[in-house]
Every structure is written in structure tokens, then in C-alpha cells.
């Protein structure tokens, strides 16, 4: 039974980083890549992946439809909590004043934090809600493409 449930947890990771990566998320794997990646001018959005149901329901379909808009980040990247575990625990020093969360997204400006979207504002909402939350910070913190 156990090699049962490792097998079809790989299959949901694999899954979620599939649709990630496909709303054109870079996934970013290790502190090394966090640190070259968020540490740059402009704004980056990330997007705290992970397994459960209001990542897959909610969070990654609201971070594929939100992007298509007229602001948007310069970046967008992904870590992914309980599999990534360098990488998030860095990316996570950088969102200061916010306690982990996952799933969430972090918009940073210049290497810094300007807004989050934490789990409870996306567990137990719809995935409309959440894009228009982050089409708001976009409005806010983003140039138009």
C-alpha cells in the first residue's frame, strides 16, 4: 500500500508542476536559482505551488488565468512547498512579515515584497476571486505588456 500512495503522490506532483510550468511559470528548484531569480529589477510574481486540493482547484487555474491581462509581472516563477524544500524555505526568508503559506503568490518589486496572497484568501474562494486579487496587485505593481 505504501508504494501504492508514493506512486500516485509522484503522479499528482508531476501533475502540478505540469500545470505550472504550462501557465508559463519558470520553476525555480533551488535557493541558488531563487536568489538569482528574485533578486532582480522589475516584479516578480511567485507562486507557492503545492499538493492539496485548493492548489489544484483554485491556485494554479487562477495563476493561468491571471496573467493574461494588460499588467502583468516581468517574471513569473514557482517554488513548490513539501517537494522543493531548499527553494521554498528561501524564497519564503524573502517574504518578510508573512508566515508561510501554501498554496499562496508573493509579488515582489526590485528583489522586495510588496503584496501576498496568502491560503486563506484562496482556500475556500473561487478561482475568479483570486485572479482578480492578483490583477489588482498587477494594476498596483505591474507595467502594462
Known sequence: MSMDFNLFMNDIVKQARKEISAAGYKELTTSEEVDETLNKNGTTLVMINSVC????????PAAA?????????DQLVTVFAGQ?????????????????????FA??????IMTMIERHEIEGHDPM???????????EYCEEV
Not at 486540493?53 to 494554479?60: M, S
Not at 522543493?84 to 499562496?104: C, H, I, L, Q, V
Not at 509579488?107 to 522586495?112: F, P
Request: charged fraction near 25%; hydrophobic fraction near 35%.
Open 129 to 139: 476571486s483570486v485572479v482578480s486579487k492578483l490583477q489588482a496587485a498587477f494594476d
Open 84 to 104: 522543493d524544500k531548499e527553494a521554498t524555505a528561501r524564497a519564503r526568508e524573502m517574504f518578510t512579515g508573512y508566515p508561510p503559506s501554501s498554496p499562496s
Open 53 to 60: 486540493g485548493c492548489a489544484g482547484g483554485i491556485a494554479r
Open 107 to 112: 509579488l515582489l518589486k526590485d528583489g522586495k
Open 65 to 73: 488565468h491571471a496573467v493574461h491581462y494588460d499588467k502583468r509581472p
